[in-house]
């Protein structure tokens, strides 16, 4: 366990001694060769308030008209509804992280929300405001079904969620410093992704896995520590990572993956194969009182990038990988954003279809020699 005092001495002692490459062995890395990486999530679901029926989809929100109100005719006893009949449903937007880039499943497919449908009435026809525009649903409100019923949105029990903090976290290997000012929250722990140079990359999780390895009280305190072939792989911080009591971790190695990194690499997603998640590093809280040498730019994380306002989104691009320079990705309205998102996806698969089509045979002709 790295203490605090011990970090700063370390850090001090890096600073001005200068920082050689980290490596395990000797090993040549293709920039090319790294697999782009996308964090993995789980699809949300349509509301389980949602209409049974078909909508009627639109282009967007500004593209909706007002109406001339519906109104309510007697006829003998009975009141006919004269207005719009079909319940309105705005296209699906995309689903955001953190960084306001748009989330993929485990297989690599891009994850919209549900569309969201318009209200009905108490009588179980389309809602409209006093302006001739139609209410949408909320969370908090999803009007009435076609029967006139009041819906109310099914409460489920949440699943039960391991968070995993690490506040100025470091990570070592076989004692030496390889990544220090790390500050992560994880607010479901899957699977912990340990990257050494000429090693691969290690997969933690505090739950058994296909392939893994159980370690007994990996996870102890502040430290979770691991064996890789013959290393040892410590992940430290301020905070205690999981329970009070040691817990095991179960682990397996993937030595072919490879990073454009010549230093360790820390990164946490839910799925126990390429691509892997590397997402960034939350910046570090000053300390009253206290003056640290600068770490080492080598030494220190890929830092998260600031969330998108409102409305927006981050235009498509290829995911920065560790030591990997790449162009910004500015932020920029959900529309234009994801406009820009189906091209890009467009272009890739085109480009993944001409990489994986056959190459053409030429047949060479030979001449008949005539008698």
Known sequence: MLRRPQLFACTFFLSFAGVAPFTLAAQTVD?????????????????????????????????????????????????????????IALPPTPMLDEEGK?????????????????????????????KGMPVFQTAADLGYDQHGKKMRAEKVKPPKLTPLSIARGTFTVDGVVG??????????????????????????????????KEQKNAFDGNTLTVKADDHTLQLSGEKRLLGKVPTSAFVVVNRDFALPSRFP?????????????????????QIAGVTAPPVPRDLQPQMALKACP????????????????????????????QAAQKAWTAKQAARAAAATAPAPVSVATTPVATP
């Open 179 to 212: 990544k220090a000012e790390l500050n992560y929250e994880i607010a479901d722990l899957q699977f912990l992704y340990l990257y050494v140079p000429g090693l691969g990359v290690t997969v933690v999780s505090n739950h058994a896995f296909p392939g893994a």
């Open 31 to 87: 920039p090319q060769a790294a697999t782009q990486n996308a964090a993995p999530q789980n699809a949300t679901p349509e509301s389980d308030g949602a209409q049974p029926d078909i909508a009627k989809p639109v282009a967007s929100a500004a593209a909706i008209a007002p109406v001339k109100m519906p109104v309510y005719v007697k006829n003998g006893k009975k009141e006919e509804y004269v207005g719009p009949a079909e319940i």
């Open 310 to 337: 409102a409305g927006q989104m981050r235009m498509p691009g290829p995911a920065a990988l560790p030591g990997q320079v790449l162009p910004p990705q500015p932020c920029a309205p959900l529309a234009v954003a």
């Open 102 to 130: 748009q989330r993929v499943d485990p297989d690599g497919k891009l994850m919209f929300n549900a569309p969201v449908k318009q209200q009905r009435d108490k009588k179980g026809n389309p809602f409209f405001n006093e």
């Open 265 to 285: 690499v820390v990164g946490y997603g839910a799925i126990t194969r390429s691509p892997y998640n590397w997402p960034g590093s939350h910046a570090n809280q």
